[in-house]
């Protein structure tokens, strides 16, 4: 897992062009705890914007993002929603 200096990194941000990071994660659990380390770092009004195929693990960082930012409830794919017949 990268460490947070690796992912945080860098100086001069221009507050009016949004960042964008490239993570790599090489199992779920690595990619939860991504998560967890990144509501460290979000702010009311940020915008996190996921891309990736089904099952590439956009659920998996969410649900350690909530778990970081102390949410209990369950976190569910609308993906799976759409296609659970």
């Avoid at 947070?4 to 490239?22: F, I, L, N, Q, Y």
């Avoid at 939860?32 to 702010?43: D, E, F, K, Q, T």
């Amino acid at each position: 897992m990268l460490p947070m200096d690796d992912v945080v990194g860098g100086s001069g941000h221009d507050a009016r062009k949004p960042e964008t990071w490239d993570l790599v994660s090489q199992a779920p659990e690595e990619t939860a705890a991504l998560g967890a380390l990144l509501a460290a770092l979000v702010r009311p009004g940020d915008v996190i914007a996921l891309l990736g195929d089904l099952g590439a693990g956009k659920t998996t960082l969410v649900q350690g993002l909530a778990r970081g930012l102390g949410i209990t409830q369950p976190v569910t794919s609308p993906t799976f929603i759409l296609m659970n017949e």
